[in-house]
């Protein structure tokens, strides 16, 4: 049973900035690729970033530059950094760990075989 609890989210202004937290339970965070999503209200859920069992990142074109995923291994915990924010990026971001290892990057919903339960990300204008 693979648990992923996410936390973090918050208020903040436009410009500031987040860190995101994944505590994961049941699977190593650094096994099989990583990722987070978000949903923003009326939108279907997007892929934001993921990490592969390597540590290679990839991201979404409106984040580049301005998000960092990144693992603590030790911690078994899957971060996001978001600076920059803007008022687009308000969601609610979701932690996802793949059914897939290897090398590829994994930005697809199908890939993902666990979720966690969301944390809220608004950002003010």
């Known amino acids: 049973q693979v648990t992923l609890v996410e936390s973090g989210g918050g208020l903040v202004q436009t410009g500031g900035s987040l860190r995101l937290s994944c505590v994961a339970s049941?699977?190593?965070?650094?096994?099989?690729?990583m990722g987070w999503f978000r949903q923003a209200p009326g939108k279907e859920r997007e892929f934001v970033a993921t990490i592969n069992y390597s540590g290679t990142t990839d991201y979404t074109n409106s984040v580049k530059g301005r998000f960092t995923i990144s693992r603590a291994n030790a911690r078994n915990t899957l971060y996001l950094q978001m600076n920059r924010l803007k008022p687009e990026d308000t969601a609610v971001y979701y932690c996802a760990a793949s059914r897939f290892g290897g090398l590829a990057s994994r930005r697809a919903e199908y890939e993902y075989g666990y979720w966690g339960q969301g944390t809220q990300v608004t950002v003010s204008s």
């Open positions: 049941g699977s190593s965070v650094s096994s099989n690729a």
